[in-house]
């Protein structure tokens, strides 16, 4: 049976943790393949901690495979154009599942997307605790993360990924 694959791409550890650490931790848990690039690696710790595969940013635009989903920081589509170019041929397929955080305005995707949620489970407010703490941040775990949803949702029997409002 092949498993779903959320690609990631974050500008640093401690921006995938803080932003989407609890939603990865999750998708790990409910089987999915989740492999994680950054711009500036580090310390990978806290990735490991959320049970993510990190990988190097190049490998994740080498493979012929394209993934179920991705993920990314909205703020890299403005720093690699391998990255923006990725993106919107995603959006444009719609038969991958795309989520950005943080800055949600892509004019390469020409629309703001719909705001989405998830709600983490109580196991990923642990492990994302955790992995903040390796990632050396100073914040809160809170009960949801927020992102802007592109194109379709992947279809599985549990959604995780609910419109905001």
Do not use: N
Not at 25 to 39: K, L, N, P, S, Y
Not at 85 to 93: E, F, H, P, Q
Not at 119 to 135: C, M, P
Not at 149 to 155: E, K
Request: proline share 4%.
């Amino acid at each position: 049976m092949a498993r779903y694959q959320l690609d990631v791409v974050g500008a640093h550890v401690a921006d995938v943790v803080d932003s989407a650490g609890g939603w990865l931790f999750d998708r790990v848990m409910a089987g999915w393949d989740v492999r994680v690039a950054v711009a500036h690696a580090g310390d990978l710790a806290a990735l490991r901690i959320l049970g993510v595969r990190p990988i190097a940013l190049r490998a994740m635009f080498d493979g012929a495979d394209t993934p179920t989903a991705l993920a990314l920081a909205g703020a890299m589509c403005g720093v690699d154009d391998r990255i923006r170019d990725t993106l919107a041929a995603a959006v444009r397929s719609a038969r991958t599942e795309v989520t950005v955080w943080g800055d949600a305005w892509l004019p390469s995707v020409g629309r703001r997307g719909a705001e989405v949620h998830h709600q983490l489970s109580a196991a990923a407010r642990l492990f994302k605790t955790q992995a903040v703490v390796a990632a050396g941040l100073d914040s809160t775990v809170g009960p949801f993360e927020v992102f802007r949803s592109y194109g379709q949702c992947a279809r599985t029997e549990y959604p995780d990924l609910l419109p905001v409002g």
